[in-house]
């Protein structure tokens, strides 16, 4: 099946600019379905990534979020690895997921460091490492640092190109007494070179010392093990010969630019400075090709600028390259780079600040996942209304709806819109948030229907939409041990904007069943004396608020990503396993936390709880909180303290200020003595326990004596008390 559908292969630089032209000028912009396809939600800005190492910035500054300009610029952003693509059937392989086809198609997938003979071994046993990826390569450098010592063994950078060249500059600033060796080709560098070598006592070597630390490669770039197969199409450096028109000769609607890609009658050699220079004609061509027109050709200069920074100690300073022209160094020439560097990244930043001027003007977008929900007071107004009184009062995370002697089959309904661009990754993350109503009443899923509303779209590209939903859906349903058993679906009515994508609403229905006379968690259980425990972090509905906003949150990405894709059903298992081993009920009641934060699910808790209580004459309990004790995922108290909040969470605040306004002995939530802290700290904490959650944790009460055996998985938060 060919589909109307423009797919970008890689988070290079010219991808990036683009989706940014497209953005500034909306009428550049085809007008059909566009998605990205990258490894990496963030790139690197390379010309920079030398200053990162330096320590002359920090990383963040370096980094354009790419998930976050594509959902701006209204393309859907999918997160995987090519590991092949298919030009006859227009179909692109991914590792670990479905097969997605396209119409148009560009490549800018970059390139990896080349790896010799010589060095596989090394690689291998980790002795030595690659530049790219820039990530990796960082960490591992950042690891290095506790060994900037004269007694070390050297350091060897290995390459005799520029960036081997800036590289072992800027690892000579970072390290002012670790040993330093380029091994290079003496006769490729430049003799201004070698003395700014001497210099910086940095040592060149034609072979690799008898003695020395760790290794890193600057060797060259090469291309993916998958692009190698159409050797027929390559140059020697492996990139794809295109036209003067960026269009591989051979398949038809495929443009290639960037390091993966030369034009055949100009070769050049690579660098950035083309990814800047070949935009227009890209973004036009592109739009051409759609439409049916003839495309405009494009004759890159032989040589580009390149300019590399020597990071003295002092003033700085650097050096021009212009073919076989070298000038410097000189601070002059420093000087240039940098405000040429700043212009590149400020081009994305400047979308940033115009996007938090708009939050600021009350514009932004409402909160996708379980935040959006609706407030907890609507709908227990709503269920009280229609005479359901026992569904507020006492709600259970799943219900009974069979029951023999020895069975019971719980069952619950969950969904939300779309949460992010990638339908496959969208479904995956819905099922696992669905499954939490199950986990937190202690079954295991069994099977699971769908309801899906899919956008008005062409019909290829909405069965494209559809059949990656049913792929995500299936494969996490099968994960679990469960079966897909059936569903239904609609078209929306609602107008949808691009990316399509996000217009899609999934609602599954779950059912699990606990066998051998087990009776379900509930969350009515909870007891004087109990602990109360839980699995994950908070603040996922902080980070996606500042996702809408374009705050780059690196570290919690991958953290959050992580976990919306993990399954918890893992820790039930193991809580059967420990009750069977020792003979006893752990669970006295448990929940999980979703749309109404911590404070909101808690409170259903004592809420039911309590009334259980009541019926039995018990006197009714509290909660002794440490607010110390809880766990935010990086960044996201940062985030709450500039002011970023979901679009549920004002609603999810009424619930606490009614807790807060009874009198301080009446409040069914109380904290610890020791949480002395201001009122600004006592609001930020606060606010992490009102964000709203997907695939949230599961939230547990049991005896203390139990806590031992959980707590690699498990945290402990607070105590039930009277």
Same mark, same amino acid.
């Given at each position: 099946m060919t589909i109307n559908h423009l797919v970008l292969i890689g988070g290079g630089h010219t991808n990036v600019l683009l989706m940014r032209k497209w953005l500034m000028y909306p009428k550049l912009m085809p007008e059909i379905p566009i998605s990205i396809i990258s490894r990496d939600t963030q790139l690197v800005y390379s010309a920079m990534f030398p200053s990162v190492i330096s320590k002359s910035i920090s990383l963040d500054e370096s980094l354009i979020d790419i998930r976050s300009l594509a959902k701006k610029s209204r393309v859907a952003f999918i997160k995987g690895e090519v590991i092949n693509i298919d030009f006859q059937l227009k179909k692109i392989f991914l590792k670990n997921r479905p097969s997605i086809c396209y119409s148009k198609l560009v490549l800018n997938y970059g390139s990896q460091t080349k790896i010799s003979g010589e060095f596989e071994d090394l690689v291998n046993n980790q002795i030595a490492f690659p530049i790219k990826p820039f990530f990796k390569a960082y960490e591992?450098?950042?690891?290095? %640092?506790?060994? %900037?010592?004269?007694?070390?063994?050297?350091? $060897?950078i290995v390459g005799s190109g520029l960036a081997a060249i800036e590289v072992v500059f800027a690892l000579r600033k970072r390290w002012k007494k670790r040993s330093l060796k380029?091994?290079?080709k003496l006769n490729k560098v430049d003799d201004k070179i070698l003395k700014t070598f001497y210099r910086s006592n940095i040592e060149v070597v034609s072979k690799l010392p008898v003695e020395y630390g760790k290794i890193l490669l600057c060797t060259g770039n090469s291309s993916p093990y998958w692009v190698q197969k159409y050797n027929s199409e390559l140059d020697s450096k492996g990139r794809f010969f295109t036209d003067q028109k960026l269009r591989l000769k051979n398949f038809f609607g495929t443009f290639a630019t960037g390091d993966c890609a030369v034009i055949k009658t100009s070769k050049r050699p690579s660098s950035g400075i083309f990814a800047v220079k070949v935009l227009n004609i890209l973004a036009t061509n592109i739009q051409k090709e759609i439409k049916g027109e003839s495309l405009k050709k494009w004759s890159p200069q032989k040589f580009g600028l390149q300019i590399v920074n020597s990071y003295p100690r002092k003033l700085p300073k650097a050096f021009a390259f212009y073919g076989d022209v070298v000038i410097g160094p000189s601070f002059l020439i420093w000087y240039l780079k940098n405000k040429i560097d700043e212009g590149f990244i400020k081009k994305f930043r400047i979308?940033?600040? =115009?996007? =938090?001027? &708009? $939050? &600021? +003007?009350g514009g932004m977008e409402e909160c996708r996942g379980c935040?959006? &929900?609706?407030?907890?007071?609507? #709908?227990?107004?709503?269920?009280?209304?229609?005479?359901? +009184?026992? *569904?507020?009062?006492?709600?259970e995370d799943s219900v009974e709806i069979y029951k023999n002697n020895q069975d019971i089959i719980l069952q619950s309904v969950d969904g939300f819109p779309a949460l992010i661009s990638d339908p496959w990754l969208n479904a995956k993350i819905t099922v696992l948030h669905a499954c939490s109503d199950l986990w937190a009443c202690g079954v295991k899923l069994s099977s699971v229907q769908a309801l899906i509303s899919l956008p008005k779209v062409g019909k290829d590209f909405q069965s494209y939409l559809f059949s990656h939903c049913l792929?995500?859906?299936?494969?996490?349903?099968?994960?679990? /041990?469960? @079966? #897909?058993?059936?569903?239904?679906?609609? +078209?929306?009515?609602? *107008? $949808?904007?691009?990316?399509?994508?996000?217009?899609? %609403?999934?609602s599954l229905t779950v059912q699990g069943v606990l066998k051998n006379g087990a009776k379900p968690w509930? @969350?009515?259980?909870? &007891?004087? /004396? %109990?602990?109360i425990l839980m699995s994950r972090p908070l603040g996922v509905g902080v980070f996606f608020a500042a996702q809408m906003q374009n705050i780059n949150l690196k570290d919690s990405s991958e953290e959050i990503m992580r976990n919306l894709v993990t399954s918890q059903q893992p820790l039930i298992e193991k809580i059967y396993l420990l009750q069977d081993k020792f003979g006893e009920t752990f669970i006295n009641a448990a929940t999980d936390v979703t749309g109404y934060g911590f404070i909101g699910h808690l409170k259903?808790?004592?809420d039911s709880s309590n009334l259980l209580r009541k019926d039995n004459k018990l006197e009714p309990i509290r909660v002794l909180l440490d607010l110390f004790a809880f766990k935010a995922y990086p960044g996201v108290f940062d985030l709450i303290h500039k002011g970023i909040k979901s679009s549920l969470f004002e609603s999810n605040k009424e619930i606490f200020d009614q807790i807060i306004a009874e009198k301080r002995n009446?409040?069914?939530?109380?904290?610890?003595?020791? =949480?002395? $802290?201001?009122?600004?700290s006592f609001k930020e904490k606060i606010s992490l326990l009102l964000d709203p959650q997907t695939c949230g944790p599961l939230l547990i009460c049991c005896a203390p004596k139990y806590e031992k055996f959980l707590k690699d998985e498990w945290y402990k938060v607070g105590e039930v008390i009277n």
């Open positions: 591992l450098i950042k690891n290095e %640092d506790k060994h %900037d010592s004269e007694t070390e063994q050297s350091f $060897v380029i091994l290079c979308l940033d600040s =115009n996007m =938090n001027q &708009k $939050v &600021k +003007e935040a959006a &929900k609706i407030p907890q007071s609507t #709908l227990n107004k709503s269920l009280r209304s229609a005479q359901l +009184e026992n *569904f507020a009062t006492s709600p792929k995500g859906i299936k494969t996490t349903v099968e994960e679990q /041990g469960g @079966k #897909l058993i059936g569903g239904h679906t609609f +078209e929306s009515r609602s *107008f $949808v904007d691009q990316p399509y994508s996000l217009g899609i %609403d999934i509930l @969350k009515s259980g909870m &007891k004087k /004396g %109990d602990i259903e808790m004592i009446d409040r069914i939530i109380a904290f610890s003595k020791k =949480n002395k $802290v201001n009122s600004d």
